[in-house]
């Protein structure tokens, strides 16, 4: 499918940069009413991401559920088999709309992910079941199961990558723990070699969480409070994404990695996740302008998507050749006493917490409605 945009516009000049634009975000509204569609068609966007809190908005806005409610009330199901039937029938429906992406660029974009229960985050074997289920359930082949990267998901990642199933890695934050998902990765695909698998079938991305950096080390830089303090807010995010965008270069230019390219296999791209802007003094294209770089995903949320499209400063790679430098920003940080490990270790159980608060959040919501369906009926 080819876009209607113009090249010359911020999200063509990002996508000619090698840049995939997903939309972090999906109710069954933006499907039924053509919104999906049309971003497809005009705003250069190739695939969609969710997780628990976009799906508790969506479900929760109770629009364009209410059919499928009131068909599951009847059939008296459980409150978890009506979430998962919602949220799966969504994301069957959005890969649909993708199809044609998918076909177009050989299965790289044209992607809709889908993630595992949060609650399974530190279960290994619950998570590698609940994946197959949900592959099993949207049933579309451009689909992508979210599997966190905990310690526990990492074994996860590398059974499933060995099932044949493509995986979209998320809430990575440190250095380490990305180069473990990687590794977590590249063990997936020599389980499908060994099993015969065709790994041109096989896809993946990483997601590397980015603006949640930034809120979580200025606050301790406004702690601080000194003058170098300062001078070194809204630097960490970028300077952590970009090394992560080198060890991507590093890994993949392995013998190991080398090897299975020949045998077929993709690389892993880094995805840019969490890229809508914390604090209202920075840009809000911040985390799109200055992560431009070829083979990346940058997944935006609707708002920042539009202000990309009105005001995005796409001037070439923002990435390449930025590593001396980001090192010395997060060496900086470090000096003045805040803690990378701590912060991303923070940052970690903190956002596996956010995802499991929304889906209990969620299934509260659709218990509520399924009551309510029931009492109609009586």
Request: hydrophobic share 45%; glycine share 6%; aromatic share 6%.
């Amino acid at each position: 499918m080819t876009s209607a945009a113009p090249s010359s516009s911020p999200l063509g000049a990002l996508s000619d940069e090698g840049v995939s634009i997903w939309l972090d975000d999906l109710s069954r509204t933006r499907i039924e009413s053509g919104n999906l569609a049309e971003l497809i068609e005009k705003s250069h966007v190739v695939g969609v991401t969710t997780n628990p809190s976009i799906f508790q908005a969506a479900i929760g806005s109770g629009e364009g559920y209410e059919e499928q409610l009131a068909d599951l009330a009847a059939r008296e199901v459980t409150v978890d088999e009506a979430v998962r039937m919602m949220t799966t029938a969504d994301v069957r429906a959005a890969a649909d709309v993708l199809r044609p992406v998918y076909e177009a660029t050989g299965g790289r974009d044209g992607r809709v992910s889908i993630e595992v229960d949060p609650r399974l985050a530190h279960a290994t074997e619950a998570t590698i079941a609940e994946a197959k289920q949900l592959a099993w359930l949207v049933d579309r082949p451009n689909v992508m199961i979210k599997i966190p990267a905990t310690e526990a998901g990492l074994p996860a990642v590398t059974e499933v990558i060995g099932l044949g199933i493509s995986v979209n890695v998320t809430l990575i934050f440190s250095l380490d723990r990305y180069k473990a998902v990687m590794d977590a990765y590249l063990a997936g695909l020599e389980k499908a070699h060994e099993r015969g698998i065709d790994l041109s079938t096989i896809h993946s991305v990483a997601s590397f969480f980015v603006s949640r950096v930034d809120a979580e080390i200025d606050k301790r830089l406004d702690k601080v409070g000194t003058d170098e303090a300062t001078a070194l807010k809204g630097k960490a995010a970028l300077a952590n994404a970009r090394l992560a965008y080198e060890a991507y270069e590093q890994v993949f230019a392995t013998d190991r990695a080398v090897r299975l390219a020949a045998a077929g296999a993709h690389k892993q791209r880094p995805l840019w996740a969490s890229t809508g802007v914390k604090d209202p003094a920075y840009k809000d294209t911040l985390y799109v302008d200055e992560l431009a770089a070829p083979g990346t995903v940058n997944t935006m949320p609707e708002a920042t998507l539009r202000a990309t499209a009105d005001h995005g400063d796409i001037h070439g790679d923002t990435v390449t050749g930025t590593y001396d430098a980001s090192r010395a920003e997060l060496a900086a940080v470090e000096k003045l006493g805040i803690s990378y490990d701590e912060v991303v270790r923070q940052l970690e159980d903190e956002a596996v917490a956010k995802f499991e608060a929304a889906w209990t959040d969620l299934l509260g919501t659709v218990a509520n409605r399924l009551a309510d369906k029931e009492a109609d009926t009586k």
